[in-house]
Structures are given as structure tokens and as C-alpha cells.
């Protein structure tokens, strides 16, 4: 991809894609589904017949929410996955560290034991939801800062920020990031808030999850190994 190549929707891009369906990338999902659930009965059977009145109960809640998952599934594989790309990457980042932040002040004012989840007539776990903006967040940096990611030493990298109101923070951010190590250290502040504040749910095991996720994103975007120490 050129440097003059831009990483944002121009006024022709549709929001939706059109193209053959992933058969094999759905039968994988689909083999794993089928395992999770069956291991899934095979362990809640006895509890579903104790406490639910029927050994089922669990087994066919589980069949409804995967159903919605689906739909969810395909509707988002048709997205264009360009237009999380700028202000609606930031969005979900601004959003998320917010409703990370409300958890844990709610859980600290109710007592609660931990941070994890969040009332909303529902329980519903934000740290679920902040995986995916995660990613796409990373994805967007990491794009937008392939050029500085490899660069070498002391070079300019090449950026394609996009210049508006809602930027302004972006603006300067790209603006000071223009080696390596900085782009590097921004990816990394990035990770950091995310983990720092799952811990501070004391969810260990989705802050490892969150950093290895990130580790990862880093390898595969050709980011210099000698930074992974950092």
C-alpha cells in the first residue's frame, strides 16, 4: 500500500461489502460452536435439572443467545471494515474507557467485591465488549502508523491522519509520534489502558487476555522485536 494510499472512506465507499461467503472460515466457527455446546450441555445437565426444573433450561438459553450471535455475525462480516477506521475507532476507544471507568466507580460506591459487571436491567460485562473496540482501535493505529512502526531509526514515518474538529487529540498524537520507539510506546499506552483498568476489576484473567491480544497485534504489523521487551 502506497503512502498516498487513504486508510478513510472516500464519498464512493459503501458502508456495506458485497463478495462470496467464507465457507470455510463459517464451517470452522461453526465446528467450534458445535463442540462448545455439546461440552456445554454435558456439564450444566445436572445443574439445570436442580436448580432450573428442567436439564435443558441452560442448554436451550444458550441455543437463543448463539442465535442472535449469528445474525450478529453476518450482518457484521457484510460491514466494510474501513469505516471503523478514524473517528468511529476513536469513538468506541472515548466510550469504552468511559464505561470501563463508571464500572469500577459503581462497583466501588456499591461495595461490590468486584468490578466486572455492570446493571443495566441486564448484567452485562464491559470488559467483553472493550476486547472488540481493542481491536479495533490497535487496528487503526497500527495502520495509520505502519510507516513509523518501520521505519528506521530517527526516520519520519508516514501517517494519514485525518484533519478534523473531532481529531484534535489525533492531530497531535500523530504529530508527535514520528519514530518507532514513540509509535511503539503509543500502541503500548494504548494496551496499558485497557489492562490497567480490567485489573483494576480484578479480572486477572481478561487483563492476560488483553495483553496478549495486543502482543500479538503488534507482532503481526512487522512492529521491530527488540520493542516487545518494552
Known amino acids: ?6 486508510i478513510y472512506l472516500d464519498e464512493n465507499t459503501n458502508f456495506f461489502v458485497h463478495g462470496s461467503f467464507d465457507v470455510v472460515f463459517a464451517s470452522a466457527v461453526l ?13 450444566s445437565y445436572a445443574y439445570s ?18 442465535a442472535i450471535g449469528f445474525a450478529a455475525m453476518i450482518l457484521i462480516s457484510k460491514l466494510d471494515y474501513r469505516i471503523l477506521n478514524g473517528r468511529l475507532a476513536w469513538v468506541a476507544f472515548y466510550l469504552t474507557i468511559g464505561v470501563l471507568c463508571a464500572t469500577i466507580l459503581i462497583a466501588k460506591i456499591t ?21 472488540l473496540t481493542m481491536i479495533i482501535v490497535l487496528s ?12 528506521p531509526k530517527g526516520k519520519i514515518g508516514t ?45 486477572l484473567s481478561a487483563t ?6 495486543g502482543y500479538f497485534m503488534l507482532m503481526l504489523s512487522g512492529t521491530k522485536k527488540s520493542y516487545f521487551v518494552i
Not at 435439572?49 to 448463539?66: N, R
Not at 487503526?140 to 521505519?151: C, E, K, S, V
Open 1 to 6: 500500500m502506497s503512502s498516498k494510499t487513504r
Open 31 to 43: 465446528l467450534l460452536f458445535t463442540f462448545g455446546i455439546i461440552m456445554m450441555y454435558s456439564a
Open 49 to 66: 435439572a436442580y436448580y432450573e426444573g428442567s436439564p435443558t433450561a441452560i442448554f436451550f438459553d444458550q441455543l437463543k443467545t448463539s
Open 111 to 131: 461495595g461490590a467485591e468486584t468490578g466486572r459487571w455492570l446493571d443495566i436491567g441486564i448484567s452485562v460485562q464491559p470488559s467483553e465488549f472493550a476486547k
Open 140 to 151: 487503526y493505529l497500527l495502520t495509520a502508523m505502519r510507516g513509523g512502526l518501520r521505519a
Open 159 to 203: 501517517f494519514n491522519p485525518k484533519a478534523d474538529s473531532f481529531a484534535i487529540l489525533e492531530a497531535r498524537l500523530f504529530k508527535w509520534a514520528r519514530t518507532p520507539f514513540k509509535c511503539c510506546f503509543v500502541i503500548a499506552a494504548v494496551i496499558c489502558i485497557y489492562c490497567g483498568l480490567v485489573v483494576l476489576q480484578k479480572h
Open 208 to 213: 492476560i487476555l488483553f495483553f496478549f491480544m
